[in-house]
């Protein structure tokens, strides 16, 4: 058995946590976080020339083609250093759609960009406060234009296509979706920036009024596609938050044995050490279902929608624990703009919404876990 | 990234599983299957005649303590085989309970510090079930902090006098031998007085009584030393070393209850799969699924943390102290699961006859029982501290007794 990643794939994540390490230095993110740009252009560019965006697409469309173990691994220092660039939009939902649903023509057009690093995509599903469901979709498809409200869409104001989930008659059953893609450079598409609560990643309300659109994948089938992207963005944003789970328990257990007080390191207590403890025991079994996510996500096993939910639930909830305890380490100094606590924290709590919220997880798991007894 | 044996574990694996197909004791697999903590025993016969005649058929075959060299009644395989061995074992590995501290704890401090000849004369029958042994460290003055132990071991001649009190033995009532932490040297710090020694459990002097712990049972047991000899040949280690030797024990006891310890949640999604409340089984309710899906990800978590741990076995690397997660989340897991189950029973969860609770009252057992799981073989506190120092690299608590000699520690808090 080797339930790991192979010596190949772990130079693969001292290389990209090296070229982060460089290129996304706390200041980088607090560039966009401050508004000076919507996110890292450099940054973007130097990950298309390390063949990041890339790195699961075939090569046949522009792609290294190394693989979804790859991306699992560059998902997992992405998060480690809140790189503040559309990667999962783009490339773990967008492109993973692609892969999935999209036409030969499509895929030619889209991914090779997507590989260059000169096209942004991303996924519009929501349409205001509730999770994914059929049901909630109102944005209607008639006669190959779209009209309606998504929000909120990840780097939606900065996308060049999105793929947008519509419905095409009105009883709200999954047949009644349908997917349809849309260059946002297009007539009839309009985004607005929102407020969110971590600006490293913009969100962005996108309005559509009489715009042009093709179809992605089979008409009445876009429920079933987004369901599987969906699934295949958990694991990989999964990675993310445990990159983001383990920098965070790092930087608390560093704080904790550099700040001296009442005469000894903090981390000396056992106050202190506990609460370690127990971030190291949340990040390390989040670790472990992310492996067997990453397995079922590279095999295409049948086992994935249940692995990919408990990945989900597992890394969220690793990464709100260490980022919200990280700042409790700190003390006062955790709560100032200063220290870089709130970046994770903010990145932790936007992250556990942004393909559904933990309870629509925590549903679906015992969903699958149940077929999977009965079968 | 795979699951798949190498060709060499897999001719194992075959072999083993055929063995076990032919020879496991079949007529008790159900009810080693649906056992639970705090109810463990089989009906209409005694568990542990159970477990050494198969401890003991193992062994005639080369089946037993697998890590173990061949000369000590051991096979001689590698570590990744004896985990393979446990998969295949299954429900049946249960039925190793008694032995699980002899050959986790006493055996590999034996092989470390024993003579040849008592090597040769004492593993081979402790690897067959056929001698039981048990550990001797815990005292009423010493539990988290061993090395506080007061049972004192007096020099006379070629022979130790042994008197004193230990606590919280687990199996003594049924153990031949025992291996025995003791105070040599009052006047140095705690850790530097320490001796430790085997002996025969059947020694003139030493008085076993069963504790009956709170759930009601009686697996651990006080053991009473009154001026009881033990030849220094059965002496483990120099004089006054015995902290060194001790922690040998210590570590083999983390990974070996550390294995594939219960968490409840098996129980408790078969449960909730099948009980019906007012309207509806009670897993299609909001709240009972958000509550099985974040332990279903802690016990899933712990399944996976283990395939890594056996990863690293299946390369040659030694498992660390991470592996003290294992037991600190069930712990917890297996109490709050057990509670929540009677929950979910409304007041009817008060009842505890296996006639008249549901499931058989097994989550009645389970609760009460489940204290003990997050105090015995280390408590969750010791665990935390372990995961804070040896993983994390935080500092070791401040001792304020550790250059004090031992006998001018105070012993009354007021």
Redesign the interface.
Known sequence: ??????DDQKQLRDSARKFLAEKCPPKAVRAVIDGKAPYDRELWKGLAEMGFLGVAIPEAYGGTGAGH?ELCVIAEEMGRALAPVPFSSTVYLAAEALLLAGSEAQKEKWLPVIASGDAIGTLALFEGKGNPSPAAIKLAASGGTLDGVKMPVADGAIADFAIVAARTASAGRETDISLFLVDMKAGGVEAKALGNIDPSHGQAEVTFKKCKAETLGPAGEGWSIISQVLDRAAVLLAFEQIGGADRALEMG?DY??DRIAFG??I??F?A???M???M??SA???R??C??G??AL?TNAGELPEAA??AR??AT?AFQHCAKNNIQVHGGMGFTWEFDCHLYYRRANATALSLGSM?Y???A??DR??KR?AA | MNFDDTPQEAAFRTEAKAWIATHAPKQYEEELKSSSLGRSVLKGADFLDVAKAWQKKKADAGWACLHWPKDYGGRGASPIERVIWQQEEGAFGKLSFAFIIGHGMCGPTMMGYASEEHKRRYLPPLASGEEIWCQLFSEPAGGSDVAGLRTRAEKRGDEWVINGQKIWTSGAHYSDYGILLTRTDATVPKHKGLTMFFLDMKSPGVEIRPIKQANGDSHFNEVYFTDVKIPDSQRLGAVNDGWNVSLTTLMNERMSIGAGIATGFPELFEFCSNLMLEDGPAIDDRGVRSKLAQWAVRASGLKYTNMRAISALSRGERPGPENSIGKLVAGSMIQDISAYALDLQGAAGVLSGPEDAEAAGKFQAMLLRAPGTRIEGGTDEIMRNIIAERVLGLPGDIRVDKDVPFNQIPTKGR
Request: without cysteine; hydrophobic residues 45%; neutral net charge.
């Open positions: 058995m080797n339930f790991d990643f192979s173990l257990r904790a044995l000894r390191p981390g000396s056992q202190i050490k506990h370690l403890a127990d190291y025991v390390t079994l989040a472990s279902n492996y067997y990453a397995w590279s939910a408990a639930i597992s909830q309870s997880w925590e549903d798991l015992i876990m149940r007894n």
